[in-house]
């Protein structure tokens, strides 16, 4: 299957910074990817590399087999946005803002946009400078929905919704997903929304990808294990593949990342002490990783 | 006289289920069948399990095991009991998905890998069903394995309890007859 949006060694500097470094992946069709990364990590950086926003310094992505920055309108209509500030037309009412992203396209589903716009009780009379933030958030949404993209790519989605929003929200993302052929791209702090929707996920560190790949891989290769001898531990008492350690006299607790059960079985007669395994949801994993 | 969905039990006055508006159940509280409805409320569908019931597993997303793993645990659990006996419909992926708000490729994993090793079957244009008792009634060794994550459960709140090994089987015996005499009147009630 060839990938919708793939990138070779992506990097970006603006003037001496540089944002983001060495930055490769690919995204299938049917993917949630959840993007989490500490403010400044280069989420936002990344995920206009990818719209073809603005060019790589070095290092290429593609999206539907073009470059993304020379993308042409054929591909451009297969995507759909969310940026972080919206950009709505504040004159308009927000029907008419409605109408003419609509205008550009010939496949509008304006029947989904009925039906979302009244589920989500968005007031479509209203004029958009008068709408609070959370139904600008909403209405921007509706406007990268509403051509039934096949790639959607959301900044932040969801910073500004309450939860019986968000929670409508990713039923409608989910219902996406499960269409299998469409793929989504977001990037958020709200951790626990990230664990319910995304099947991959990218945790970007200081402008790297310090780690990607399946969720559930990242839950289960992570753990925490409670060390409890008998006897007082070596000062200099370590485990293979600690991302940290706290060692107490006789109580060590450390993470470990690359777990695999049958290292249980060694740690244990190696110590010849009991040793108790605690499985890590993704926000203790995200604070473990950037210790 | 209205049946019982929880335990099967007839009687004259049925009341209402908290978890149904429709289902009647005979009694507040009591009984395991009745009050631990996590594991037990599987009941109420046995009979009309169809792609709209959804609410039947119990999926945490915030918790350190997977998801496809925690429903695949608990469809295994409810197959080998025979809670869902074979021939029963599960809820489609993309039902299970939107209700529960979770990604629909964690469940189809999960569907997947319960197909492989023949818990469940696909036939065309119909849902996931049950496979055939026949094939998937597994030893006792086998149901005692799914059982481990819970016992090392157990062991980690006894040690941090400091209870002792002949305090805890005392205690886990004594459940164990209670929850028996609840099944032999339930048996008896039928």
């Keep these: 299957m060839t990938p919708y949006i793939a990138a070779q060694r992506l990097a970006k500097t603006f003037g001496r910074k540089r944002v983001l470094d060495d930055v490769s992946f690919r995204v299938e069709p049917g993917d949630v990817v959840g993007i989490l990364g500490k403010n400044g990590a280069g989420k936002t950086t990344l995920l206009e590399l990818i719209l073809g926003f603005t060019p790589p310094s070095s290092g290429s992505v593609q999206i539907f087999s073009h470059e993304s920055f020379r993308m042409p309108g054929s591909a451009r209509r297969r995507i759909g946005s969310v940026p972080q500030q919206d950009e709505l037309l504040n004159p308009l009412s927000a029907l008419d803002q409605l109408r003419v992203i609509a205008s550009f396209y010939e496949n509008w589903d304006s029947e989904l946009i009925d039906n979302l716009s009244r589920q989500w009780e968005i007031d479509l009379s209203e004029r958009v400078k008068n709408l609070s933030v959370g139904q600008r958030q909403k209405l921007s949404i509706l406007l990268a929905l509403g051509h039934r993209p096949d790639v959607l790519i959301l900044d932040e989605p969801v910073a500004s919704l309450d939860p019986i929003a968000r929670r409508q929200f990713m039923e409608q993302i989910v219902s996406i997903a499960a269409d299998g052929a469409r793929s989504v791209i977001f990037s958020s702090h709200i951790v626990s929304d990230v664990e319910r929707l995304a099947n991959k996920i990218w945790i970007l560190k200081d402008g790297r990808l310090s780690w990607q790949g399946e969720l559930d891989v990242l839950k289960e290769s992570i753990v925490r294990v409670h060390v409890r001898s008998a006897a007082p531990l070596a000062p200099d008492f370590t485990l293979p593949n600690a991302l940290s350690i706290n060692r107490e006299e006789c109580h060590a607790t450390a993470v470990l990342f690359d777990w695999k059960p049958h290292i249980l079985k060694d740690v244990e007669s190696q110590l010849g002490a009991p040793v108790e395994i605690e499985s890590l949801g993704l926000e203790d994993i995200f604070l473990e990783l950037h210790r | ?190």
């Design chain 2, 1 to 190: 006289m209205a049946a019982c969905r929880a335990c099967r039990t007839r009687r004259a006055t049925p009341r209402r289920s908290i978890h149904s508006s429709t289902t009647t159940y005979h009694r507040k509280t009591p009984s395991i069948a009745h009050s631990y409805w996590p594991l037990y409320h599987v009941h109420y569908f046995t009979n009309s399990l169809d792609s709209q019931n959804t609410v039947m597993f119990i999926l945490s997303p915030h918790s350190g095991v997977p998801i496809y793993r925690q429903l695949l645990e608990q469809i295994r659990r409810m197959v080998a009991s025979g809670q869902l006996p074979p021939g029963t419909e599960l809820p489609s992926i993309r039902d299970l998905g939107v209700k529960h708000a979770i990604n629909p490729m964690t469940i189809s994993k999960a569907y997947a890998m319960l197909e492989a090793e023949g818990v469940l079957e696909r036939r065309r244009g119909k849902p996931m069903t049950v496979a055939n008792r026949t094939r998937v009634r597994s030893l006792p060794a086998k149901r005692l394995q799914q059982l481990e994550p819970h016992l090392d459960q157990l062991l980690l709140a006894a040690r941090q309890l400091e209870l002792s090994e002949s305090e805890v089987v005392r205690a886990l015996r004594q459940r164990w007859e209670k929850s028996n005499d609840t099944i032999h009147r339930r048996t008896a009630a039928r």
